[in-house]
Every structure is written in C-alpha cells, then in structure tokens.
C-alpha cells in the first residue's frame, strides 16, 4: 500500500516561512490535498489539487508537488497557524484507498 | 450553509455493533462522494471509507474490512457507516466528509466519539 511520509514537526518563528513535507514513491503524478487541523477541532481542507486554495483560505497557504515530494508552503506565519498538518492522496494505482501522511505539528515560536 | 452533522457514537463493548449517521444540508447531497475517516486519541487522520454518489463504488481501508458497512440514502441526504465486531482499536473521534476519490475533502462534520471499551 502506498506510504506518505511527513515530519513529525516544524518549527519557524512569527512572519517566516514554514514548509512542510509529504514524501511518496512517484507522489508528483498524484494530486495532493492538505489539511489544518487545530486542537478540538474538525480538520479544514487548506490547499488542494497540490496547489488550489478553497475559498476563504489565505494567499499565504499555497503547495507545491513534484517527484516525490509535495510541500506545503505557510508565508508570513501567524501564531493562529500552528496547528496539526496532513497531506493526503488518492492512491488509484492499487487498492483505490485514501491515504493520509503522519501528520506535522507545525509551532509558531 | 454547507453543513454535515454526525451521530450514533457511544461507548459499546468489544465485539459490539453501532452504527452511526451523517446528516447533510445546504448541498445537493447525491453529486458527491462521501467518506468516514477516523482519528484515534492522540493519533493522526485515518481513511476508513469512501461510497460513490450513486452509492456503486465502494472501498475499505483493510482495517475495518469486513466489519464496517458504509452506505448512503440520497433521498434523506444521510450517510451511515455500520460497525460490526468492533475491538478496542476502534476506539476514536468518528468524521464524515464531503469527498473522497480524486478531490479533497473539503467540507467536514465535528465528529462523533466511539469508545469500545468492556
């Protein structure tokens, strides 16, 4: 089955820039989603297709995918962005499941 | 507004069964994919199943393969996920959401919580 590695965390101080990772075997021929989610809370689809954003999502949220790695890319970091992040694709290669990464705890410091 | 509203959770004993629903409103239900995912405490998401519009495609992660039934009532805009056999590592926060195959998923409910638990 079809893997998808993240870090377990990222760390970047308020108004840098925080990427985030999702490494998968060929993951540039596959579309890429990204989730937010913060403690309680559902989580909320942040970046799709590798690089749309839903409405009312922020410019400074955008993605990237190419080879085998995908990332998600947060300019000018704000202390309401931490929070939990997942990629995510649909793995039509085999068994047509849906796989989620580990997820990265992003920290604003 | 767009809106998906979960039910049916509880605490069940091993080997016990539950079946929850997801209510949908503000969307025509029947054009889209839907899917359960779970998220066990203090763990990541887990994709557990996805149900065409039509409700003819079907698929299963193999975690619950053979114990959960998904399905879908367009006519009452509702979705379910029968849970037979349930062990302790069922335990988790229940989501319903809007998608599922090549789109994200981009509209979500608040979860309902399934302990199973003797």
């Known amino acids: 089955s079809y893997v998808l590695t993240q870090p377990p965390s990222v760390s970047v101080a308020p108004g840098q820039t925080a990427r985030i990772t999702c490494g998968g075997n060929n993951i540039g021929s596959k579309s890429v989603h990204w989730y937010q989610q913060k403690p309680g809370q559902a989580p909320v689809l942040v970046v799709y297709d590798d690089s749309d954003r839903p409405s009312g999502i922020p410019e400074r949220f955008s993605g990237s995918n190419s080879g085998n790695t995908a990332t998600l890319t947060i300019s000018r970091v704000e202390a309401g962005d931490e929070a939990d992040y997942y990629c995510?694709?649909?793995?039509?290669?085999?068994?047509?499941?849906?796989?989620f990464g580990g997820g990265t705890k992003l920290t604003v410091l | 507004q767009v809106q998906l509203v979960e039910s049916g959770g509880g605490l069940v004993k091993p080997g016990g069964s539950l079946r929850l629903s997801c209510a949908a409103s503000?969307?025509?239900?029947?054009?889209?994919?839907m899917s359960w995912i779970r998220q066990a405490p203090g763990k990541g998401l887990e994709w557990v199943s996805y149900?065409?519009?039509?409700?003819?495609?079907?698929y299963y992660a193999d975690s619950v393969k053979g114990r959960f039934t998904i399905s879908r009532d367009n006519a009452k805009n509702s979705l379910y996920l029968q849970m037979n056999s349930l062990r302790a590592e069922d335990t988790a926060v229940y989501y319903c959401?809007?998608?599922?195959?090549?789109?994200?998923?981009?509209?979500w409910g608040q979860g309902t919580t399934v302990t199973v638990s003797s």
């Open positions: 995510q694709v649909w793995d039509s290669s085999s068994d047509h499941h849906v796989v």
């Open positions: 959401a809007r998608g599922g195959q090549l789109t994200g998923m981009d509209v």
């Open positions: 149900i065409s519009s039509s409700g003819s495609t079907i």
């Open positions: 503000g969307f025509t239900f029947s054009d889209y994919y």
